[in-house]
């Protein structure tokens, strides 16, 4: 597709459809430059747009669109047709845009397939073999027409009678093979706007001349180095055009500012050129400000000179007589300040190359001549420093919108402090280099802020408060929480879409009594506990009827709220997203878990205390030690030589039935060890310490049966003295304590201090009175006692 044919495309989404973005996201089956020579078969019945141009295609059959009922755009420009089938179009009742351009169609009276093209709204025949511009009766049943592009070599009066019932909004006209032309054929055309290519030779003023009586909008196109069409504004004295553009046109200085003081002496109000180029830089003309016009525009124009009066040129756009001025995608990297108050409401310089040195008069004296301007739009140029500019703006008293987008503008407090006019109300700041600065150099009066796609990570809370602001816009940016409204009491619209907030807390919105609006989509959510409660209040505030106060509308909610962490939850609608209460209240989960905890443990102690099971525990620890301590010193054999008793027992005579009964049966009878006896094994004719002393001396152990009887006996005081005596002579443990009843410490007699330290010092077994705890009793013992001794030697005499 050529470049014009995409044009012809954007012209019907822009002008004639209803949703020009539903028209944009249309899919376009493209067979464009495939080197067809018919259209390809098969084609798809849910084809709605079929791009079919640059190919050589020289016939469209009537089966050849049979299979797309709902073909919508058509496009068979630049091919060789020649010849279209009266029924070529039966099956395609949709169709609304057809371009034939470029083709060899001939004979314009004779295009029968347009009977069966009723919903046409664009039809483009332009660039064809066409010698006449005479249409014929087919093109009368075409109500629906808007755009109608057309060419011939020759135009009369009456060729265009059939489309005379039309009312179009474009009539295109490519004159550039046009050798006739009938003085007034084109004012009988009812269209609201002429685009006509020209041909650059004499039929041009002819046809300007018709045009300028019959169209109130008017677009020239390939105008000539003099621009002859302009002079003929006048010629016939009939003027009906209000709107003139001229495009692709290269002139001179001089030519350019004469056509524009003819234009302005005219009833046109709105003028503009695109893609002009200006040569030979000298003897301009000054304006005309006889009359004011609506608008003036320019768009990519340039100059082809390396050295002229630069000021000469910028004066002429910025005190021309316009209340709307428009010089875009120009390469000017200045443009001056009016010589008198302008009448400028609207000032358009984007995408130029300006800096903010832009509207200066000298360094000491700042513009003061455009009073009445209301909006300016500096986007798109070279400006970089944000307080020197508005120090340009200032005195602009009736200022209200400022657009300075797509630049690298930054702010620091080192730059000072900020010169704003007193009216701005709406300032966009968008696709620049700002930081969380910016909100330092803000007018006072600002309503609507526009920040978005810049570096700002957060809101500063110490901000002069700005009570008018009611929109922020702070999408693109980096933020990492969601800003309060502490400096901004009355905003109602939030903007903070694809920034970096993972868990935005929710004391943010409690300080926004006013907004109701809020854009949070698309932001990496981590749900998490930390996300649960701010979820919560967005639900509520989204699902409350808007009659309760406040409601709360969350743009592009719920497909633009994700989770992105953790990987349980990543790629989930935050809708969806739950965490129960106990899984992020600590005290909850602490109670959950410390009262059954708790519980149990209490359990387990009043069991162990009922069933006595610390007093196991401890005889099993000391039968443990005991047995360890019994392998560990373990003494030779040659030790044990002279030993004839595993232990000597000292008890008191009152506990003598005790012994008798249950620790000698035990220790002798059950487990077979020896145990010297006072009553049985003393040596009759030796005193009683003798005795003592030897039975002490040829014991491995020594066993203290304790009791409050123990303690009041003499005897057993010498024996305990002799054992301990023994022990610290032998070195080794060889004291065992049996507690046969409680003994308190303060019950012990001080000459027992040596009991006193052994009982605080060391272990000793407790005689249990349960039968079920004995065994243990015994067997700790005997694992204390139990030795390999020497085959007892004779009795000593």
Request: glycine share 2%; proline share 5%.
């Amino acid at each position: 597709m050529k470049p014009l044919d995409w044009w012809l495309l954007f012209v019907y989404v822009t002008c004639f459809h209803t949703s020009p973005i539903l028209a944009i996201k249309r899919i376009i089956v493209n067979y464009s430059s495939q080197n067809l020579s018919s259209v390809p078969p098969g084609l798809k019945p849910s084809t709605e747009d079929l791009d079919l141009s640059l190919n050589h295609i020289q016939a469209l059959s009537a089966k050849d669109l049979s299979t797309t009922p709902r073909l919508h755009f058509l496009n068979l420009s630049w091919n060789i047709l020649e010849n279209i089938d009266t029924d070529a179009f039966n099956s395609t009742p949709a169709l609304e845009i057809l371009d034939l351009s470029h083709n060899r169609l001939q004979n314009l009276s004779n295009q029968p397939y347009l009977l069966k093209t009723g919903r046409l709204q664009l039809l483009d025949l332009s660039s064809n073999l066409f010698s006449i511009m005479a249409l014929g009766r087919e093109f009368s049943t075409l109500k629906h027409l808007q755009w109608l592009g057309l060419s011939a070599k020759s135009i009369s009066n009456q060729d265009f009678t059939y489309i005379a019932n039309l009312t179009l909004k474009t009539l295109f006209i490519n004159a550039n093979s046009l050798q006739t032309y009938q003085e007034n054929s084109l004012t009988e055309v009812r269209s609201e706007k002429a685009i006509i290519a020209l041909s650059k030779s004499d039929l041009d003023i002819a046809i300007a001349v018709d045009v300028f009586a019959a169209f109130k909008e008017v677009e020239f196109t390939l105008v000539d180095s003099e621009m002859k069409v302009i002079q003929q504004i006048h010629r016939r004295g009939i003027l009906r055009t209000v709107s003139l553009e001229i495009s692709k046109v290269e002139t001179t200085w001089h030519v350019l500012t004469s056509c524009a003081n003819t234009i302005l002496q005219s009833t046109i109000r709105q003028l503009s050129f695109s893609d002009l180029t200006m040569t030979k830089m000298e003897n301009g003309t000054l304006l005309s400000t006889s009359r004011m016009l609506d608008s003036f525009s320019t768009t990519r124009a340039s100059v082809t000179e390396f050295i002229f009066n630069q000021k000469e040129l910028y004066d002429f756009f910025i005190n021309m007589p316009a209340r709307n001025i428009s010089l875009t995608q120009t390469p000017i990297i200045f443009m001056t300040c009016p010589l008198t108050v302008s009448q400028i409401e609207v000032l358009d310089l984007s995408d130029c190359a300006l800096t903010e040195n832009v509207f200066s008069v000298d360094p000491d004296t700042e513009c003061s001549t455009l009073t009445n301007l209301v909006k300016l739009v500096l986007k798109g140029n070279n400006l970089k420093l944000l307080r020197p500019l508005t120090s340009r703006i200032h005195l602009m008293d009736s200022l209200q919108y400022i657009d300075l987008g797509q630049n690298t503008l930054t702010y620091s407090e080192e730059q000072g402090k900020c010169l704003w006019p007193p009216k701005v109300v709406q300032l966009d700041l968008s696709s620049n280099g700002f930081d969380q600065s910016v909100f330092k150099c803000l007018p006072d009066s600002i309503r609507i802020l526009n920040l978005r796609n810049n570096r700002v990570t957060t809101v500063p809370s110490e901000l002069q408060v700005l009570d008018d602001l009611r929109v922020l816009d702070l999408m693109d940016n980096r933020l990492l929480d969601l800003p309060t409204c502490q400096a901004f009491p009355n905003l109602q619209k939030l903007s903070v879409r694809s920034n970096s907030i993972h868990s935005p807390l929710p004391g943010a919105l409690e300080t926004c009594p006013h907004l109701e609006d809020l854009d949070l989509s698309r932001n990496s959510f981590i749900c998490t506990c930390a996300l649960r409660e701010f979820t919560t209040l967005i639900k509520d505030r989204v699902t409350r009827p808007r009659g309760e106060t406040p409601g709360l509308t969350l743009g592009h909610w719920p497909e633009g709220y994700r989770c992105s962490y953790p990987e349980s939850w990543s790629n989930s609608l935050l809708e969806d997203f739950y965490l129960p209460e106990i899984s992020c209240n600590a005290w909850i989960l602490a109670i959950t878990i410390l009262i059954p905890t708790i519980t149990l443990i209490v359990a387990i102690s009043l069991l162990c205390i009922r069933l006595d099971v610390p007093w196991y525990l401890k005889m099993i620890w000391k039968w443990t030690r005991a047995k360890h301590n019994a392998i560990t010193s373990q003494r030779k054999s040659e030790d044990l030589e002279g030993l004839r008793f595993h232990a000597f027992v000292s008890y008191s005579q009152k506990n003598a039935d005790w012994v008798k009964s249950q620790f000698l049966p035990k220790l002798e009878g059950d487990y077979g060890l020896r145990v010297c006896h006072h009553e049985r094994d003393f040596i009759p004719g030796k005193t009683i310490v003798q005795n003592i002393l030897l039975c002490i001396e040829q014991s491995r152990k020594c066993v203290f049966v304790l009791s409050s009887h123990f303690v009041q006996s003499e005897w057993c005081h010498y024996e305990l003295y002799f054992a301990n005596h023994q022990r610290v002579t032998r070195g080794m443990d060889s004291i065992i304590l049996i507690l046969l009843e409680p003994l308190p410490l303060y019950l012990i007699p001080s000459k027992y201090y040596q009991l006193k330290a052994m009982m605080s010092r060391r272990t000793y077994l407790e005689w249990p009175p349960e039968g079920a705890k004995q065994k243990l009793f015994w067997a700790n013992l005997r694992a204390a006692l139990q030795a390999n001794l020497p085959s007892p030697p004779e009795r000593e005499e």
